[in-house]
């Protein structure tokens, strides 16, 4: 049997093809969303409803508190066994997500793990707290340019650890070898074309039914414990958080957070993009063409 994966932007409408497929192909879903592994977003990071989860079981979904850190290496670690599980139970593992990072990590290995010194990461907060976050992806830039190129330089956190690997390592992180440790199961990876003026458009109404299902209690709630640095970057936090501070108003904090969204959805795109292994379909050509491929090739008699 494969390992499938449904990959897209976000907003793209991978949730609700993901069921059809799950029913279709007798599959279990298991989330490959960076921010969904956490405890009590459930607004923030759009996860499938509760009722949804029960039709079509779920996995790697609300497995953690958000003031816990949670690494792509223990992401790969509780992928991997449940493929092992679902595979054993006769299932198909159908992956869905829009973390290039978690799909690459199970795909294709990763490097080795370094060891971690929270000393130094908060050493290296406090810097891009004082300073702002272009110093130390200067620091980077100058230390290993090879890494810098394949890290945005907003993102904080990657370049934190970068910088952690080189401290701790003594080599540059983009000199150290990937583990040979590639998926042993044949998978296929496909992913949701999506319009980019319906996609934006589903951004927008994403943000709109964000708000009305009370994102901003969400938030309120999770502003009064001390969240890891992973989930405090989750998207619309900062965003509504500053609206609850006065920051700005609701329809302020409305524009940014679509407009952060859209900026997302184009990192998505970007990483995914050069990935020749992707197929990607419409929502009803993937449906449809796909769906039949996939069950007559892999899946086997009995299914669909």
């Not at 989860?53 to 991997?80: C, G, N, W």
């Not at 299932?91 to 869905?96: D, G, H, S």
């Not at 945005?152 to 690997?165: K, S, W, Y």
């Amino acid at each position: 049997m494969p390992v499938i994966f449904l990959v897209g932007p976000t907003a793209s409408g991978k949730t609700e093809l993901s069921i059809k497929l799950a029913r279709k192909l007798n599959a279990e879903i298991v989330s490959c969303d960076s921010m969904c592994v956490y405890k009590g977003m459930d607004i923030l990071t759009s996860k499938p409803s509760p009722s949804v989860r029960k039709k079509i079981k779920h996995h790697l979904i609300d497995i953690i508190q958000p003031t816990e850190e949670f690494s792509v290496a223990e992401y790969r670690r509780m992928a991997l066994f449940k493929i092992e599980d679902i595979l054993k139970r006769g299932k198909t593992p159908l992956f869905v997500g829009g973390s290039g990072l978690y799909v690459k990590a199970v795909t294709d290995g990763l490097f080795p793990s370094a060891e971690k010194d929270l000393k130094f990461r908060k050493l290296q907060e406090a810097l891009a707290k004082k300073y702002g976050k272009g110093y130390l992806y200067k620091k980077l830039k100058k230390m290993d340019p090879a890494r810098a190129e394949k890290i945005h330089p907003n993102d904080l956190r990657r370049v934190i650890r970068a910088l952690e690997i080189y401290h701790t390592e003594k080599k540059r992180p983009s000199e150290l070898n990937r583990s040979t440790e590639p998926l042993k199961y044949d998978f296929k990876i496909f992913g949701l074309a999506v319009e980019r003026n319906e996609l934006y458009r589903n951004i927008d109404d994403r943000v709109e039914e964000m708000f009305k299902k009370g994102i901003a209690g969400e938030v309120k709630k999770l502003s009064k414990k001390t969240l890891s640095m992973t989930a405090g970057k989750a998207l619309g936090y900062g965003e509504v958080l500053g609206y609850l501070k006065g920051g700005y108003s609701l329809e302020e904090a409305k524009e940014l957070l679509k407009k952060n969204t859209r900026h997302f959805a184009k990192r998505q795109l970007t990483w995914f993009r050069p990935d020749s292994r992707i197929h990607w379909f419409s929502f009803q050509d993937l449906y449809k063409t796909v769906i039949v491929r996939v069950s007559r090739s892999w899946v086997g008699k009995g299914v669909g």
